[in-house]
């Protein structure tokens, strides 16, 4: 019963370093999610798969790129840590991107970047 | 203007107690709109859609009012396991891409 899987659950970069967050679903969903969580703000959209083969810009794509490997699969990279990345990274799908589907998160990754 | 607006709280209630949450937003033509419960280090879940008509589910009651652009979340006989951040979440198109989440409300239910 994993749903949405997140990994890794914590980690700790350097400014400049490079890594990438692994997301993957098992409820045959074909939309995916990244966002962002800072203290005193909402929840941001970075970028999102509407259906497999498909990427598209969120509200802060700068700095972030991602790939639809697979429809299970939907990773998110940073080429270039910076401190201002430093933040909660929840992925998230749906059955279908309609805001009357119910999205389904993972539990988070926690980023700090020094 | 923030397009979502929340109270962030917290709110402390007794269990057993009755209490309510608004939230604001900006743009009259949204759409859809949603409650959705985040517990303190964990991932948000959907609660409940709202409905123009208001909805209930259990002791959770949501309503819309589009006039004044508000969305209300009602806890009735409020339990322990009530305690959250509750996120209001607004879209203005059909497609979960668009969805604006506020920035949460806390609540608090001690014994």
């Known amino acids: 019963n994993a749903g949405v899987t997140q990994t890794p659950k914590f980690q700790v970069l350097k400014t400049g370093q490079s890594m990438t967050l692994q997301c993957a679903q098992d409820m045959n969903h074909n939309s995916m999610y990244w966002y962002r969580q800072d203290p005193g703000m909402g929840l941001r959209l970075i970028y999102y798969s509407a259906s497999e083969g498909t990427t598209d810009k969120g509200e802060v794509p700068n700095g972030y790129n991602v790939s639809r490997l697979n429809k299970r699969e939907f990773s998110l990279r940073l080429e270039s840590a910076a401190p201002s990345q430093t933040s909660v990274y929840f992925c998230a799908s749906s059955e279908v991107d309609y805001s009357n589907q119910p999205q389904h998160f993972g539990d988070g990754t926690r980023l700090s970047i020094l | 203007r923030k397009e979502v607006e929340q109270d962030p709280g917290p709110f402390n209630v007794p269990e057993g107690a009755t209490v309510a949450f608004n939230c604001t937003y900006s743009?009259?033509?949204?759409?859809?709109f949603f409650w959705y419960r985040q517990d303190c280090r964990k991932e948000p879940k959907l609660l409940m859609s709202?409905?123009?008509s208001g909805n209930e589910d259990g002791r959770f009651t949501a309503q819309l009012n589009r006039a004044s652009q508000y969305i209300s979340l009602l806890i009735r006989d409020s339990k322990l396991s009530d305690s959250a951040t509750y996120l209001c979440v607004v879209t203005l198109t059909g497609t979960a891409s668009k969805l604006t989440f506020g920035t949460g409300t806390r609540l608090q239910v001690t014994l």
């Open positions: 743009n009259s033509a949204s759409q859809s």
């Open positions: 709202v409905y123009s």
